[in-house]
């Protein structure tokens, strides 16, 4: 039985890069089958639901997931529960997605794209380990009026202590498959569900001597990460403050579009996506960076489907293709969507 891989193209950039990442999932020539669904926007327009049921079904039933990105301005005035990024946040909810991996890495030769000096850029090997089924994301929310007749908004920030131990697990393991280094990143000095998440992040620690933890205000962090990045392995932090680190991170290593992720339920199954998003400046243009999504298929093969010699070598291949000159846009070329997938499948050979 060949591997079912879900592809959930999306919208605006997210049909052109998952297109390109399967044509380098098919250059391996592995034993995959492929099923697309719609999602977000274009779901919401041929459906009337961004994550329609046969969508989320096909996502249950396959081996793992390869999205693009969602997200649409013409979408913006929706309900908050029909706008295109609800997709994204029920997939992950309802598939229990907990553990989002978000490795930065500056790969040889984009050392000028990093938006840091070059010696510092090129330093960058870390992993963004984010939470991604709590915090304020998924805490109470609601609009209203206050007694005065002001216009209210609230968001709850919440963690139990569980959620945060499992993901302070995957913290240390994987930095245990690294340079042994986890930095928990919070804001404990003001939030009490920061010194919660410290707590516990601590009692965890006591079964991973080998792991070398320290803790930093997330402010800080964001300082931290532009001054000397090196000096991070492992991060683990919230949803909030990882999904705003990562894009952060992503500059410091060349650009948005080279930083692949992958959402996982701790049992085998992911999600696997470019950490940016639908892009709908550069949208149906060929100007989008493949490579965060070619690197997240690389991600999936490791992750979901134990095809690491797989992802190894598509990943080698990005290098190599980074390494020979291969630019988009992005990164200061002038190579199209394709042409950049095309260096990459050269590579492969
Ligand atoms: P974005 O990541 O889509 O774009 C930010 C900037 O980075 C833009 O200038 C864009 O052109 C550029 N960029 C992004 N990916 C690129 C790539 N592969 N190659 C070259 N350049 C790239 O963020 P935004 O503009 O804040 O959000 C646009 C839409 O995407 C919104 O609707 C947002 O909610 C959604 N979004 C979705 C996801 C997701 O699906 N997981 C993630 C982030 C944002
Ligand atoms: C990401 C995105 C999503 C997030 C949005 C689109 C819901 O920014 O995957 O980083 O905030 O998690
Ligand atoms: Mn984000």
Not at 21 to 43: H, N
Not at 169 to 180: D, L, N, S
Not at 202 to 218: G, Q, R
Not at 237 to 264: E, K, R, W
Request: a negative charge; one cysteine or more; glycine letters at 10%.
């Amino acid at each position: 039985m060949p591997h079912l891989i879900a592809i959930l193209p999306g919208d605006g950039i997210g049909p052109e890069v998952t297109a390109e990442a399967r044509r380098v999932l098919d250059a391996l020539a592995l034993d995959l089958a492929f099923e697309e669904a719609p999602v977000g926007g274009a779901a919401y327009d041929a459906a009337g639901h961004p994550l329609p049921d046969a969508t989320l079904d096909l996502a249950r039933r396959a081996d793992a997931i390869l999205f693009g990105a969602v997200g649409d301005p013409r979408h913006d005035g929706l309900a908050r529960e029909l706008r295109p990024e609800q997709a994204i946040l029920g997939l992950r909810k309802q598939l229990g997605l907990f553990a989002n991996l978000r490795p930065a890495r500056l790969f040889a030769g984009l050392e000028d794209a990093s938006a840091l000096k070059p010696h510092i850029a090129a330093a960058i090997d870390m992993v963004i380990v984010r939470e991604l089924t709590g915090d304020v994301y998924f805490g109470l929310k609601s609009r209203g009026t206050t007694a005065d007749g002001l216009r209210e908004g609230r968001d709850l920030m919440r963690y139990d202590e569980a959620e945060v131990a499992r993901i302070a697990r995957v913290g240390f393991e994987t930095a245990r498959t690294r340079r042994h280094r986890l930095c928990s990143v919070d804001k404990a000095n003001v939030l009490d569900t920061s010194q919660l998440w410290r707590d516990v992040v601590i009692e965890v620690a006591a079964d991973y001597p080998d792991v070398a933890l320290s803790h930093m205000y997330v402010d800080n962090a964001a300082m931290q990460m532009v001054r000397d990045p090196g000096q991070f392995d492992v991060i683990v932090t919230g949803n909030l403050f990882g999904d705003i680190l990562s894009d952060q991170a992503s500059m410091c290593a060349g650009s948005i579009g080279m930083l692949p992720s992958a959402a996982l339920d701790g049992q085998g199954k992911g999600l696997y996506e470019p950490i940016h998003g639908s892009a709908p400046d550069i949208a149906g243009q060929g100007r989008a960076n493949p490579c965060a999504t070619i690197l997240s298929a690389a991600m999936l093969l490791r992750h979901s489907l134990g095809l690491s010699d797989a992802a190894d070598r598509i990943e080698v291949a990005v290098a190599a293709a980074i390494a020979g000159g291969a630019r988009t846009p992005d990164l200061g070329g002038t190579l199209s969507t394709r042409e950049m997938a095309d260096r990459v499948i050269e590579a492969l050979a």
